[in-house]
């Protein structure tokens, strides 16, 4: 467990994994009462989304009070017997950490309200211009402004997400010794890792209007975040063996990431950058319907490979998330190749340097919610751009056909058991609707057959023990400019794997620029490779293959 290199870290967003009591829905012991599934993947780390108390406006990225279990999650005693059960499996628990904001139910916002100046000053206030509009121009991840007025003081608070998501005001040493102690806390429970929301930006630096953009350049990677880390690394998870760490950096650059993923920066352990995941943005423009840019996507996921490795820096590979549609209806094939696709796209990930992450249904190939009634959305951030783009007069079957691309609803939706109603996720009403392909799509029909998309991932997570050339290799792109194939090798002395993929519906030929003597097919998504000179590539064809000497 504790070599984070050949560890894989497994996502679990509790209110849609499982649930035991019929509300609806999923809770802790939902998580309990899978872990010999997640035992027979092979994890090593279960990453758990937010379960603290909290109003759930950001479902429970919008946290009221650090260290009390939300009831709808369940309890203390839950996560102990969580905690206890993962252990006995050789699985550790990651928590989700939202240090960049509180709630503003939270206890220290309410305070801060009441006039209380000690928790004013754990938020960030400012008056507006003259004219009376926001101190700034800076817009809320959300959609509209990041400030929010309030009467009372006459003042705006900052809020880079929903307006009762407040900043917390980090250059506050207050605040950064209360984030201390909350780690400490659930240390002392026996985590294992801390996943760090938004963390690149706590660090605030000029309040001014952004002449070129949303204001992101003013506070992201921002002038003390490197202090920040190190600061809390010290006092807190680096004061003990083995804690796996993990940022998520948003819109961050490399050369920072290099230091927040540093072997010898003690920051952190590693990284989630977002770039290959906006190759269909158009720019930071995440609201629009343009193809993928696969040329671009091999540019970034190959960059940050070389840079990284460069730098003794680490990353954590992933396609899929909370926050993120479905990766087998966004780059592979929902129809006829769904099981090639989806296999094929794991293979790219899994094969990387770094720590692959796997989101909840990933690894059963589930696709995206396919919701087209407002009725059916309950993410705020799809909620908010439904309005805003309704108001710049799209028709509502253009929004609702770029919603179905792009909300983070897509990855939402339940957890898909087994082929029975709601797909053996609730015996209630599910909070969020499932999706009918779990009558094809479901776990049961795959943890025993050997051919499935579980399978795969299985034999993936296995491949990353076995061989020391995934968590330790060099990384050199293969003929990067194909217009279908990624291809990549890693190379240790005496361990070398080449991993080709196509990553279309049409077949193509592909020249290996390495001789492949020696070589042997450890994993393919068809039957029968063949692998030589000229490799005739089949519909989303891959293939990893092994040379030891
Ligand atoms: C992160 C989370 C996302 C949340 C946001 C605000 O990006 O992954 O789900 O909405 O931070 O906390």
Request: proline share 5%.
């Amino acid at each position: 467990m504790s070599d984070f290199r050949k560890s894989v870290v497994y996502q679990i967003y509790p209110k849609s994994f499982l649930d035991t009591n019929g509300d609806g829905l999923g809770e802790l012991k939902g998580v309990t009462a899978k872990l010999d599934y997640l035992k027979e993947l092979g994890v090593d780390y279960i990453w758990l989304t937010p379960f603290f108390v909290s109003p759930q406006n950001d479902n429970g990225y919008d946290v009221a009070d650090y260290r009390s279990i939300d009831p709808r999650y369940g309890t203390m005693a839950d996560f102990e017997e969580l905690s206890r059960e993962a252990g006995k499996r050789g699985i550790g628990l990651m928590l989700d950490m939202v240090f960049n904001h509180t709630s503003t139910e939270h206890e220290w916002f309410q305070k801060a309200l009441a006039g209380d100046p000690k928790y004013k000053s754990y938020y960030i206030w400012k008056k507006g211009k003259p004219d009376g509009s926001p101190p700034t121009n800076w817009e809320s991840k959300f959609g509209g402004s990041a400030w929010e007025y309030v009467p009372s003081f006459d003042e705006y608070y900052l809020h880079l997400f929903d307006k009762t998501q407040a900043d917390l005001n980090w250059d506050n040493p207050d605040v950064r010794r209360e984030v201390q102690e909350v780690l400490r806390f659930w240390m002392g429970k026996g985590v294992r890792g801390f996943r760090f929301d938004v963390v690149n930006l706590v660090s605030k630096g000029e309040f001014a209007d952004d002449q070129q953009g949303d204001g992101r350049r003013f506070y992201t990677d921002g002038p003390r975040i490197h202090q920040y880390l190190r600061e809390m690394n010290e006092a807190t998870f680096g004061r003990e063996e083995g804690i796996l760490t993990v940022g998520e950096m948003s819109s961050t650059s490399m050369e920072n990431c290099f230091q927040y993923a540093g072997a010898d920066s003690r920051e952190l352990s590693m990284v989630f950058s977002f770039h290959h995941l906006k190759v269909d943005f158009m720019g930071n423009e995440k609201w629009v319907l343009v193809p993928a840019d696969f040329q671009r996507l091999k540019e970034i996921l190959f960059s940050w490979q070389t840079g990284m490795a460069a730098h003794n820096a680490w990353n954590a590979v992933f396609w899929c998330n909370h926050d993120q549609p479905r990766v087998v209806s966004r780059f592979g094939d929902e129809g006829e190749y769904w099981k090639q696709s989806a296999k094929m796209l794991a293979g790219v990930i899994h094969c990387l340097r770094g720590t692959p992450y796997i989101y909840q249904g990933e690894e059963i190939g589930m696709t995206n919610a396919g919701f087209a009634d407002l009725s059916q959305y309950r993410d705020v951030e799809s909620l908010n751009h439904f309005r805003i783009l309704r108001d710049k007069g799209m028709s509502e079957e253009s929004v609702y056909n770029i919603l179905k691309v792009h909300s983070r609803d897509n990855s939402r939706t339940p957890m898909q058991w087994d082929a029975s109603e709601n797909a053996g996720f609730t015996s209630g009403t599910p909070w969020i609707g499932v999706n009918p392909n779990c009558r094809t799509i479901n776990a049961a029909a795959q943890v025993g057959d050997p051919d499935s998309i579980f399978s795969y991932y299985k034999a993936l997570v296995r491949l990353r023990k076995d061989c020391s050339v995934i968590a330790r290799g060099d990384f050199t792109p293969l003929d990067q400019s194909h217009p279908a194939v990624l291809a990549y090798k890693r190379s240790l002395p005496g361990e070398e794997l080449i991993c080709i993929s196509n990553f279309y519906r049409k077949g193509c030929t592909w020249k290996c620029p390495e001789d492949l003597t020696g070589y042997a097919v450890r994993l393919s998504n068809y039957p029968d490779p063949q692998p030589g000179r000229e490799t005739a590539l089949r519909p989303y064809e891959s293939m990893i293959l092994l040379r030891r000497k």
